[in-house]
């Protein structure tokens, strides 16, 4: 079930992702989607929606690593003594 769980929280930015790289070509190459104005304002949502979803998909890696320890020092989160 967990796993379950995981697959779907991570679906959902993936598909973010795909949306935004969806975007960004469709703009190179000049097709304007219908609730887009201008190609402008499409290549920015397309570049905005592929950061936030990779942003969470690293995130998520990120934090799953450092729990399991398999992280660089570098990226080890610092104990602070109390």
Do not use: Y
Request: hydrophobic share 55%; net charge positive; aromatic share 10%.
């Amino acid at each position: 079930m967990a796993r379950l769980l995981a697959f779907l929280v991570l679906l959902i930015p993936g598909l973010m992702a795909a949306g935004g790289i969806k975007l960004i070509r469709d703009t190179i190459f000049g097709k304007l989607i219908s609730p887009f104005p201008f190609l402008g304002l499409q290549f920015t949502i397309g570049i905005v929606l592929l950061i936030i979803g990779l942003g969470f998909f690293a995130g998520f890696l990120l934090h799953r690593d450092r729990k399991n320890g398999k992280v660089q020092p570098r990226f080890a989160k610092n104990k602070k003594e109390s």
